[in-house]
């Protein structure tokens, strides 16, 4: 069977998962595509017999650039999928943001993975957590449920794939579900920072435009934020120069109401024991 996996990952965590799935899929006999989304078009999705899209989990849902990809798709009756995503602890809606769409496809969302990402974040309470992960457990399990995918997939039969998260894929009505209805990219702009640009540091090398999830970012020569940044701070967290910075001292308050170890074991998905910000 051919596998294609449609992957936004911007800091590697969720590539990490999606390469260690193309591993066993390969070792399984298949052959696997990766394929960026800046790269995807909709017929990496209607030229497969298994597709897969990934991402990391944005505001508990997935991320803006993700969904316009998917609600693009055209109608692929009965073409198999799975969807996956890494998270910080409060994966809220993300599996079925991812699902969802898929299914107004027609397609037959077959299962669901969600693991651990360390977050890189600007916002003082976010940097750092979840360090090290997804880690070497992460990836077996991962690993387990490509494979699981691949026993599913050539059985025919409606059995369960082990590993996949059903619960997940369903719309649900908790804290998270609701902190992701909340979050629209508009009201993000307006309780998180904007990012600043310091044209002292800047070598306008174009790296911040070129990674922008949404193509908001234009060099005239330096670069100039348009109106619809999703507040992921690729552009800060990642700029080769460090020619970014944000003013956290609301949004960061902000953030840590909604988003705390507390809260977290609460209504997201920490385990009893499991921390946040030390390795596990
Ligand atoms: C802008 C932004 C928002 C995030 N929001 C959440 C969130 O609401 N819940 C959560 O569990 N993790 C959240 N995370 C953590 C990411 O989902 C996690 O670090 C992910 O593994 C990053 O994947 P990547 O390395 O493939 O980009 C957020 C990260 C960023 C950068």
Excluded at 2 to 31: C, D, I, L, P, W
Excluded at 122 to 130: D, E, K, Q, V
Aim: aromatic share 8%; proline share 8%; glycine share 8%.
């Amino acid at each position: 069977m051919n596998v294609t996996m449609v992957v936004f990952s911007q800091t590697g965590n969720t590539r990490r998962v999606a390469a260690t799935m193309a591993e066993a899929f390969g070792e399984a006999g298949h052959a696997v595509r990766i394929v960026p989304l800046k790269e995807a078009t909709a017929q990496d999705a209607a030229a497969c017999d298994l597709f897969g899209i990934g991402t990391p989990c944005f505001s508990s849902q997935a991320p803006t650039p993700v969904k316009r990809f998917l609600r693009a798709l055209p109608v692929l009756n009965k073409r198999k999928a799975f969807v996956f995503a890494t998270s910080g602890g409060a994966p809220g809606r993300v599996l079925y943001d991812l699902a969802a769409p898929l299914r107004e496809k027609e397609m037959n969302v077959v299962g669901g993975f969600l693991t651990r990402g360390e977050l890189h974040h600007p916002a003082p309470s976010l940097t750092g957590r979840m360090p090290g992960r997804p880690n070497e457990e992460d990836l077996a399990d991962a690993r387990q449920f490509a494979a699981a995918l691949c026993a599913h997939v050539a059985s025919g039969e409606p059995v369960p794939v082990t590993g996949s998260r059903p619960d997940m894929l369903k719309p649900g009505w908790g804290f998270y579900d609701m902190a992701a209805t909340l979050s629209t990219d508009g009201f993000l702009r307006l309780v998180l920072p904007e990012p600043r640009h310091d044209p002292a540091r800047c070598n306008q090398c174009g790296w911040c435009a070129s990674e922008c999830p949404v193509d908001n970012i234009t060099m005239v020569p330096y670069p100039v934020l348009g109106n619809q940044c999703i507040r992921c701070y690729r552009c800060l967290t990642g700029c080769p120069q460090k020619a970014f910075v944000a003013d956290w001292r609301l949004g960061n308050l902000a953030v840590l109401t909604f988003y705390n170890t507390l809260f977290e074991r609460w209504f997201g998905d920490l385990e009893p024991g499991e921390t946040i910000y030390a390795g596990n």
